[in-house]
């Protein structure tokens, strides 16, 4: 009797510290949920709100356009109002920001988005506006960030596929405890973070596919939470790019359920007709572009590379906005610049295998980290190509190559055997020949990247350059980067004849000379 009494209380005992753990599952979820909707004022009053407006202000950070790999960039300041109408997905944003980087000017342009289509409206140099159809991986991408807003994110979780709690978890340093729940959004992966004692959200997290990173997560992260009409709402919002900050916002005014214009959110049938460029693929690449005012249309749509001799055996793979340079040699084909991404780099390839159908692409040289400039190098790893790059980098390519990539899957991950990276790195000149083509690849110092390299061939007399002498090259205001440029052929004694620059059409090294001498 009495064993029977003691095998009682620990059974109880142990019941005891079940029920003290926090339950996982969808039903345990569905609790975290109810306990996130009253403590932000309830499931009703989170439907209730139709439309909202906010104004904000706050700065963009760029990680992969920075002087080198872990360092992150200012690129703007910028002052924003949101107008939406969430049962319609009808959204007006207008943005006026002054852009630090690549160069100091101002931007604004407002963006409208109303049923099956988006529409970019943007004041030209001569102040009319013009309004254009807008590109499809942002109408993607724009419309998912609506399911994830802080007055919809609790709605959207309740109603997704796959909702689950898993453990709680402890913020390092001995914070706060974290409810986690996650989900499926259109196929992909959420976390929701709920703060345990407070019961309001601490941030959203996507997991989706980045041209850097591969599958990377991007996160929304809320604080300074304030009753708005008897909701709670976040005033402080920061977006993370796998925990580096590239975005952070001061809300300055929130209004829910504003009488709104139906017109602000028109679009002209003659903009609605017109084609989208571009996939609907939810990605923040192009949103980066966006904030530094840099072309993005190029993204996901069709792609061009024509050759075009620039020397015998020397040929410029054209396309829009980034050129790479490709050498034939006696039995390979070296590349110079693997651009943007996957399906830019396919086009180069193919071009130069109906070119030299005999020939592997045995070397491929990168000149920055930048996500421009480095985005394509995947798809030469996967032929096989040896990446060269500043030794100072091999590293960050290194965690390119390797990176996961399962939501966009490329050419290197689709292979069934992963082949061995080859990554050279370059701290000093260093050649390459076939015993009769020499190939000269350079370190360059200069204020636009810590890390990069510079080709010089000299019996053709041909340099490339990123980034340096671009197809902006001014010379009624010489930038320091030119100066850097210039700097450097001296310094190296280069019999240069032509530049090919991989923005811009080819440049010769005389008239270039002759500006930078007056100049100086």
């Not at 790999?69 to 006026?96: L, N, Q």
């Not at 055997?417 to 050649?431: C, N």
């Not at 010379?475 to 450097?488: G, H, K, L, Q, V």
Request: glycine fraction near 8%; include cysteine; proline fraction near 5%.
């Amino acid at each position: 009797m009495k064993l029977r009494r003691l095998g009682l209380m620990a059974l109880l005992l142990m019941t005891a510290a079940g029920c003290s753990r926090p339950q996982t599952g969808e039903g345990a979820a569905r609790r975290v949920l109810d306990e996130a909707a009253a403590a932000m004022g309830g499931w009703e009053a989170l439907r209730n709100v139709g439309t909202q407006r906010i104004v904000s202000e706050g700065s963009d950070w760029e990680p992969v356009q920075a002087m080198y790999p872990g360092d992150t960039r200012h690129v703007s300041d910028f002052s924003i109002t949101r107008t939406t109408d969430y049962e319609k997905e009808a959204i007006r944003m207008e943005f006026s920001g002054d852009l630090h980087y690549p160069r100091e000017r101002s931007l604004s342009y407002a963006e409208v988005i109303a049923g099956d289509a988006g529409m970019r409206e943007q004041a030209d140099a001569d102040g009319e506006v013009t309004q254009s159809r807008m590109h499809g991986s942002v109408y993607a991408t724009r419309l998912r960030n609506l399911r994830r807003a802080p007055v919809r994110v609790l709605l959207t979780a309740s109603e997704a596929q796959g909702l689950d709690r898993a453990p709680d978890e402890e913020e390092s340093g001995g914070g706060r405890s974290i409810q986690v729940l996650r989900y499926q959004d259109a196929g992909q992966t959420v976390e929701l973070r709920i703060d345990a004692a407070t019961h309001l959200p601490a941030s959203v997290t996507y997991l989706e596919d980045d041209v850097t990173f591969g599958d990377a997560r991007n996160a929304f992260v809320w604080t300074d939470w304030r009753d708005v009409s008897g909701v709670m709402l976040p005033f402080s919002q920061d977006k993370n790019l796998n925990g580096q900050l590239i975005r952070q916002e001061t809300i300055q005014e929130i209004e829910n359920n504003p009488a709104v214009d139906t017109a602000a959110f028109a679009i002209p049938e003659q903009v609605r007709q017109a084609p989208e460029t571009g996939e609907r693929m939810i990605s923040q690449w192009p949103l980066r572009r966006v904030s530094m005012g840099v072309s993005y249309m190029f993204f996901t749509g069709p792609q061009d590379a024509t050759l075009e001799e620039v020397a015998p055996g020397v040929w410029l793979a054209k396309g829009p906005g980034h050129q790479s340079l490709v050498v034939e040699m006696a039995d390979h084909v070296m590349t110079f610049e693997a651009p943007l991404f996957e399906e830019r780099s396919l086009e180069v390839i193919a071009a130069i295998k109906e070119k030299f159908p005999d020939k592997p692409i045995r070397y491929t040289m990168m000149t920055h980290y930048h996500q421009d400039h480095s985005g394509g190098i995947r798809t030469y790893a996967a032929e096989g190509s040896t990446i060269i790059a500043h030794a100072n980098i091999v590293p960050f390519v290194e965690g390119m190559l390797q990176a996961p990539k399962t939501i966009n899957p490329d050419s290197l991950s689709r292979m069934a055997t992963q082949p061995e990276f080859a990554v050279e790195g370059v701290d000093s000149m260093k050649e390459y020949t076939d015993g009769s083509r020499v190939v000269q690849i350079y370190p360059i110092s200069n204020p636009h990247v810590r890390d990069m390299l510079a080709l010089y061939m000299p019996r053709e007399g041909i340099t490339l350059t990123a980034d340096l002498v671009t197809g902006s090259f001014d010379p009624s205001n010489i930038e320091d980067r030119a100066r850097a440029y210039y700097a450097f052929v001296k310094q190296e004694g280069l019999n240069v004849n032509r530049i090919v620059r991989v923005h811009g059409v080819p440049l010769s090294y005389r008239e270039f000379a002759a500006v930078m001498e007056k100049a100086q």
